[in-house]
């Protein structure tokens, strides 16, 4: 029997074997409470023990048996329940750990260390190619050898291996500049700082034509006495790289606060305009156009350079690129015959009597300029695309008007054809030719500063309808006349055409409508004998360009007429 119970005894691990609940190493705080400390733990009785106490309680075999069987099971049902609870907290533990790690992160993580990886090891094998370049140029010395050479070769690749390596190809890093949106305040601060940065070189050009036109004479004087001297010893290129250091040298005073004027003609101050935050809707409009009337300017100034340029070179005129081709063969041939020291000689002293004499007498003499300055002449004689495009233009419409009077000898003259008899260019309106419009002489046609006219609109205040009153169109000005069109599509709008004689008028100046008009409403008043109050040509865009052609042709034809009366 005891054999028996031995065997359900020990069928498992043995109960020495078992940890109690306080004993599990997987026990927390938590679950070690008072009461598992408190309770007494169960050992299991050895053979003799349980003879002992066989004898004592007078029990037999059989209850003993039960007795021993139903603490087992106690024991097993306690360890159950232990395993159970840590079965439970480690799943909610890993259940937490899955919740914590995000597996996208930990990818990207992966990602970046590998692409650093690749990048070390990029750049460790550039640094043992380098290292491989090196000992090529420089061996190491052999350890086994250390000779007097191989120190010395040592020594080279310790002192200038830094540098070798400074010539290693490597590709060229593009940047790509960000562009900053359009902003009309930016807009206006770029040409101001343009204008600044480029007057240094139009006060030197401004210096420059001052010294040849003997603005002042004791200056200009001695500046040729030098000069002459200089190119006389063949000592030009040393004067003007003294020069050079000279004006550095006053640059650095002037930094340094030192007040010095080094100029022949005295700079002007320009007022400085500080920048306004607020601006009205009318006075941004105007500072755009403006800035862009100034910067159209600009770009076609610089385009006709560059045109004339090209098309000296592009054999555009002939008989112009003609003169330049034997003046570069003169040189070349000069160049290859003569020695240099009398070729300087010879340019120097040239320059100096063409800088300082003959065009001070140009520009003193217009006329013979016209006829002897060669570069002037080229210069002023080469044309732009524009006038190209405009020349091949008018010669097809003169063709056309040719044949269509080959066709009809007595025909008259088309419409829209306004011709000027010295350089056969036409000047037309939207609505004819120019002196049909307003009812003038052929003779009569708009200036050069107003070919395309000045878009306005006329407000006459002796009118009281609303049509009358106020008329959009055109602003012209020619010899004699103030020619205003009137741009209504209306069968009777010619007859609405405004022409004012330069003679007549008695009083001009500058007018302010309303500001809520295109150009900030500036305008012209013009005051006649035949209106009761002036007439107002507002919102001009252009209004100081329209009243100082307007003025400056009124002064003309005022003067010339005062100068007619006493000889009539």
């Excluded at 300029?369 to 008018?394: A, C, M, V």
Aim: positive net charge.
């Amino acid at each position: 029997m005891r054999k028996h119970l031995d065997r359900i005894r020990f069928r498992g691990h043995r109960r020495d074997d078992l940890l109690d609940l306080g004993d599990s190493p997987y026990t927390s705080d938590t679950e070690y409470t008072e009461e598992a400390g408190m309770k007494p733990r169960i050992h299991v009785r050895e053979p003799e023990e349980l003879r002992e106490v066989e004898a004592e309680s007078g029990l037999d075999e059989g209850a003993l048996v039960g007795f021993i069987v139903l603490t087992d099971l106690n024991e097993v049902k306690g360890h159950l329940e232990v395993a159970l609870l840590e079965k439970h907290f480690l799943q909610e533990e890993l259940r937490k750990l899955k919740e914590e790690s995000n597996v996208d992160s930990l990818r990207q993580e992966l990602e970046k260390e590998r692409c650093r990886r690749v990048e070390l090891e990029q750049k460790i094998n550039d640094v043992l190619r380098s290292s491989e370049t090196l000992t090529c140029w420089f061996p190491p010395p052999d350890k086994q050898k250390d000779t007097l050479t191989n120190r010395f070769l040592k020594w080279l690749n310790d002192r200038f291996g830094v540098y070798i390596e400074d010539f290693r190809f490597q590709p060229e890093e593009t940047t790509v500049e960000t562009e900053e949106p359009l902003s009309g305040r930016r807009l206006t601060e770029n040409m101001r700082r343009l204008k600044r940065g480029f007057r240094p070189v139009t006060n030197f050009m401004r210096n420059l034509s001052a010294l040849s036109s003997w603005y002042s004479l004791y200056t200009t004087a001695i500046a040729f006495i030098v000069y002459m001297y200089a190119a006389w010893h063949g000592w030009v290129i040393p004067m003007f790289l003294f020069l050079a250091i000279l004006r550095l040298s006053l640059n650095y005073l002037i930094a340094r606060g030192w007040r010095i004027q080094w100029s022949i003609v005295p700079e002007v101050s320009e007022p400085v305009e500080p920048p306004k935050e607020d601006l009205t809707v009318s006075e941004k409009f105007q500072l755009v156009l403006d800035v862009a009337q100034k910067a159209q300017n600009l770009f076609g100034r610089m385009a006709n350079i560059l045109e004339k340029i090209k098309n000296l070179f592009m054999w555009v005129r002939p008989e112009l690129t003609q003169k330049l081709y034997i003046a570069l063969w003169v040189a070349f041939i000069s160049s290859c015959l003569l020695p240099y020291k009398l070729l300087g000689f010879i340019i120097g002293v040239y320059a100096g009597i063409k800088f300082f004499i003959i065009d001070f007498i140009y520009k003193s003499c217009p006329k013979l300029r016209q006829r002897f300055d060669t570069p002037y002449i080229i210069w002023t004689s080469l044309p732009t695309n524009l006038q190209l495009k405009e020349h091949s233009s008018g010669t097809q419409s003169r063709r056309i008007t040719a044949v269509g009077s080959r066709s009809n000898l007595g025909a008259a003259a088309p419409l829209g054809v306004g011709r000027d008899e010295e350089g056969g260019r036409c000047y037309s309106t939207k609505r004819g030719a120019f002196h049909e419009v307003f009812n003038l002489p052929e003779t009569e046609r708009p200036l050069s500063v107003c070919e395309n006219g000045w878009r306005c609109c006329l407000i006459n205040r002796d009118k009281k309808t609303m049509s009358d009153y106020i008329r959009n169109g055109v602003l012209y000005v020619t010899e004699n006349h103030i020619c205003f069109e009137v741009s209504s599509s209306r069968s009777g709008s010619s007859k609405r055409n405004k022409v004012i004689k330069l003679l007549d008028i008695k009083d001009i100046q500058k007018y302010k409508v309303l500001s809520v008009l295109p150009g900030s409403g500036m305008g012209i008043s013009i005051a006649t004998p035949y209106t009761l109050k002036p007439m107002v040509f507002g919102a001009m865009v252009h209004r100081d360009e329209a009243f100082d052609a307007i003025f400056a042709q009124y002064t003309k034809v005022a003067s010339m007429a005062a100068a007619a009366k006493p000889e009539t």
